[in-house]
């Protein structure tokens, strides 16, 4: 897990230089990035679908914060093995049964909610002026009256409702396979629980970046205007002028600006500051301008920043104190009392050489040896202390918890580097 985080680390770092608008990225190398930074940096607007339907924005963006909040519930959850032999075991067959009957229920209910949000969305069939091919236009209701399949909209987030299902189903299967074949054994069991909150702390670590990234957005503001020349109502010019993005915007945006209403199409001064993740919003340029009823979502925004950006550094800076203690009292007591007792001795060495400096010169005999024993006493310690790092990395990982995986890598005065590079 260490190793693969390393790479999805990479990539997000690699996300942030293609974002640069100062630093002049090969043609070549830009595609290359922009084809796979969205997997590997696990970009949620990658994942979720981007369609047109009243508060879309907010849905996303709860949806996301819920992530933590389930990685949490893994991490905490309390698996009794009793029950999973009665269910996965003994009374194997009633449990699938119920199980495919639940995955055929949310499926079921995945497809109606994406036809009715469909039907928000889209224009009715017979109220498109010059619409007669039913391939082409109409609601998923409408393509499904004619004997068609549902539209492209619906397909997505049909998609993108049942492909977790679907996961999760499958995953969920080969763990109860996993277990049925092990479940005689009796380590088998703590190490389920040992993966599952190994699996969370790895899954919070890959995410932080992404959900950090949604909770700022709420505070990054962009410009957003009307295409005169087109008559596209929300277009976003950025520079370079390839990069267009979708911003919808209030109408209330346009009552009072030149033109009736429109922006003139390319020009950045004339558009609204908006919310980067709220594109409907407003940006407050001056505190002035801040409403609570409109900007409530910036102090949602900063209440997640405290729970969320501060608090899951925290989290995990704590369970590597906890542990760590752990191993010191454990295994690495007698160690540190031995290292400890060597430094004072090569500090008392050190006060003797200043004595013998100054009482008899440095060209002395009584000098020589006293630096002599000094160096002896520093080549003791650097070999003592390189033992301690080998035996310290031999206990971290044969230790049996889950959460060494947070230092896993690191050497023991490195043991909190993880959580200072999400500082």
């Not at 949806?63 to 029950?83: G, K």
């Not at 919070?204 to 505070?219: A, Q």
């Amino acid at each position: 897990l260490s190793k693969f985080e390393i790479v999805v680390n990479f990539f997000q770092i690699f996300a942030v230089y293609l974002t640069m608008p100062d630093i002049n990225i090969p043609e070549d190398f830009k595609n290359f990035g922009i084809s796979l930074v969205p997997v590997f940096t696990l970009n949620f607007e990658f994942y979720v679908p981007q369609v047109e339907f009243e508060y879309y924005e907010y849905t996303r963006f709860f949806l996301l914060m819920l992530v933590p909040v389930l990685l949490a519930m893994l991490y905490r959850a309390h698996l009794n093995e009793d029950e999973w032999r009665a269910k996965y075991v003994d009374e194997w067959r009633r449990t699938k049964l119920r199980a495919h009957i639940k995955v055929a229920v949310l499926l079921i209910l995945i497809a109606v909610i994406s036809y009715a949000l469909d039907a928000q969305i889209n224009a009715n069939l017979n109220d498109t002026p010059g619409c007669s091919d039913v391939s082409t236009c109409g609601t998923s209701f409408e393509r499904l009256k004619k004997g068609a399949g549902p539209n492209a909209t619906t397909e997505g987030w049909i998609v993108a409702g049942a492909s977790p299902v679907f996961g999760l189903y499958l995953f969920w299967r080969l763990l109860v396979w996993i277990y049925r074949k092990k479940s005689d054994d009796e380590t088998f069991w703590f190490l389920i629980i040992k993966i599952k909150k190994r699996l969370a702390l790895f899954l919070l670590t890959i995410l932080y970046l992404p959900i950090t990234r949604t909770v700022m957005s709420v505070f990054i503001a962009k410009r957003c205007g009307y295409n005169g020349a087109t008559g596209d109502r929300g277009i976003c010019y950025f520079t370079p002028s390839t990069q267009v993005d979708r911003c919808r915007l209030s109408p209330e945006f346009l009552i009072s600006t030149n033109n009736n209403g429109t922006f003139p199409s390319g020009d950045i001064s004339a558009c609204p500051l908006v919310l980067s993740a709220f594109e409907a919003t407003r940006y407050p340029e001056t505190l002035s301008d801040f409403d609570v009823g409109k900007h409530w979502m910036m102090i949602v925004a900063g209440i997640l920043f405290i729970v969320y950006v501060i608090g899951i550094p925290w989290f995990l800076m704590t369970l590597v104190k906890r542990v760590t203690s752990q191993i010191n009292i454990n295994f690495m007591a007698n160690d540190d009392h031995s290292i400890e007792a060597m430094r004072n001795r090569l500090a008392d060495l050190q006060e003797d050489l200043q004595v013998a400096k100054e009482e008899h010169g440095k060209k002395s005999d009584e000098f020589k040896e006293a630096k002599e024993r000094v160096k002896k006493a520093k080549k003791e310690v650097k070999a003592m202390e390189k033992e301690m790092n080998v035996h310290y990395a031999a206990v971290v990982r044969s230790y049996d918890s889950p959460q060494t995986y947070l230092f896993l890598p690191y050497t023991r005065r490195m043991r909190y580097y993880k959580t200072f590079v999400f500082a």
